[in-house]
């Protein structure tokens, strides 16, 4: 133990993963010995009310809508191959709100944002949930959970407009893409641009992370015969978008807003659940679902390709 000048009252960490108390200077926790963010007298201020951000309750709500749209999807997939990568209908992804690209086609625009919680077999989607997992013990104990929501929901919905803009402008093609990894990369930006903002040095190795998922993952699968095609567009639009909120949320602390903070959050939520509603509504998974059913193959022109996110 070390003592500090006379009359000095030294400041202590809360970790976010246990709770455990910890010295201002500690980098790691005392206990489980996971990565300490930054001082509390400089951390943003959680969102008022009941909400503790150390319990993750953003997280888990996220986590739970996209549960429930997966287990939507293997109930009423035709098939009940449960592999890793399961090949459902293109009907059953576009009933839960995936993202159909054609040029000159009709677009659905609340598909941008329901995208975010559909996915196209187990491996997608355990990878995506795990990696919000990790990163969100970090994150939403730092921002507060209506920020983190929010930050959730705006970098999900920027990485496939991203992956529209990509598709539709720059390399016209049919496209049908999902998942959650955009807005996943959205919370690594997030700590990122908080991180730099705070003038952490473990930014430089957070980015470096974001670099080797985003060549690993994203380039490196799309140049093999795999057959999987990863939507960089999209991961890098979440990525960047979300860096920007760290950097705004690691500003100076404004309490004045948080009612407004909170009410963003929970409008974002239930946007979320209109579009996810949208989809089941849409005439157009019904269409491709009528054509399979008569031809037994998937919808023509549908699935040229599936980009997996």
């Not at 996220?62 to 009907?91: C, E, K, N, P």
């Not at 013990?137 to 507060?144: D, I, K, L, S």
């Not at 957070?206 to 990863?230: E, K």
């Not at 960047?240 to 602390?253: D, K, M, Q, R």
Request: hydrophobic share 50%; aromatic share 8%; charged share 15%.
């Amino acid at each position: 133990m070390t003592a500090g000048p006379p009359g000095e009252r030294r400041r202590s960490l809360h970790c976010a993963r246990c709770g455990a108390l910890n010295g201002s200077d500690f980098d790691r926790c005392i206990r489980c010995g996971a990565p300490l963010l930054a001082p509390a007298a400089h951390a943003a201020p959680p969102a008022r009310g009941l909400l503790d951000g150390r319990s993750l309750p953003a997280t888990k709500v996220l986590a739970a809508l996209t549960a429930f749209v997966f287990v939507g999807q293997i109930m009423a997939a035709h098939s009940r191959d449960l592999g890793l990568l399961s090949g459902w209908d293109a009907s059953n992804y576009l009933r839960f709100g995936a993202l159909w690209l054609v040029p000159g086609a009709p677009f659905e625009p609340f598909r941008l944002l329901s995208a975010v919680f559909v996915h196209m077999g187990v491996l997608h989607f355990a990878m995506n949930m795990m990696t919000l997992g990790m990163l969100a013990r970090a994150a939403e104990p730092a921002v507060g959970s209506a920020r983190f929501a929010i930050a959730y929901v705006v970098t999900g919905l920027v990485g496939f407009v991203s992956s529209a803009a990509w598709n539709l402008l720059v390399q016209p093609e049919v496209v049908l893409t999902a998942g959650a990894s955009g807005a996943v990369f959205g919370v690594m930006g997030l700590l990122l641009g908080w991180l730099v903002r705070r003038r952490d040095p473990r930014w430089k190795d957070l980015a470096l992370q974001a670099v080797f998922y985003i060549v690993l993952f994203g380039f490196v699968v799309n140049a093999s015969n795999t057959g999987i095609r990863i939507n960089n567009a999209a991961h890098i639009g979440g990525l960047i978008s979300g860096a920007l909120l760290g950097v705004i949320y690691a500003g100076p602390s404004r309490r004045r807003y948080e009612g407004v903070v909170n009410a963003g959050a929970l409008a974002g939520v239930i946007a979320c659940v209109a579009a996810l509603a949208l989809a089941q509504r849409s005439p157009v998974w019904r269409a491709a679902e009528s054509l399979e059913a008569r031809s037994g193959l998937e919808t023509p022109g549908i699935e040229e390709r599936l980009d997996q996110r």
